[in-house]
């Protein structure tokens, strides 16, 4: 599980790609959407953070191996949870973005 500083890094590479009903998705639901709209240089860079893999190592995998690493990575990180945190504390996702 990613520390704070971390998970507010997550949240700010994929706070605005979550969508406002988010509570009241099943997880399937909720993970398609993201990942219907991320842009692939993000998806890139979300996976690298929550995965601890760089990205020659990520760029070897299938691509259902890394929407698998993808989605398991996101529930261990209890996104939505997340999500609601970030709002709830008006944590903007555009206030730090890993670069």
Request: charged share 25%; aromatic share 10%; net charge negative.
């Amino acid at each position: 599980m990613l520390n704070l500083n971390d998970a507010l890094v997550l949240y700010s590479l994929i706070g605005e790609y979550i969508p406002e009903d988010s509570e009241n998705l099943e997880m399937i639901e909720f993970l398609s959407k993201i990942i219907e709209i991320l842009p692939p240089s993000i998806y890139f860079d979300i996976i690298e953070l929550i995965s601890g893999k760089n990205k020659s190592e990520l760029y070897k995998m299938s691509g259902i191996d890394l929407a698998i690493l993808f989605t398991e990575k996101l529930i261990e990180n209890q996104i939505v949870s997340l999500s609601n945190f970030c709002r709830q504390i008006e944590w903007h996702y555009q206030t730090i973005r890993k670069t």
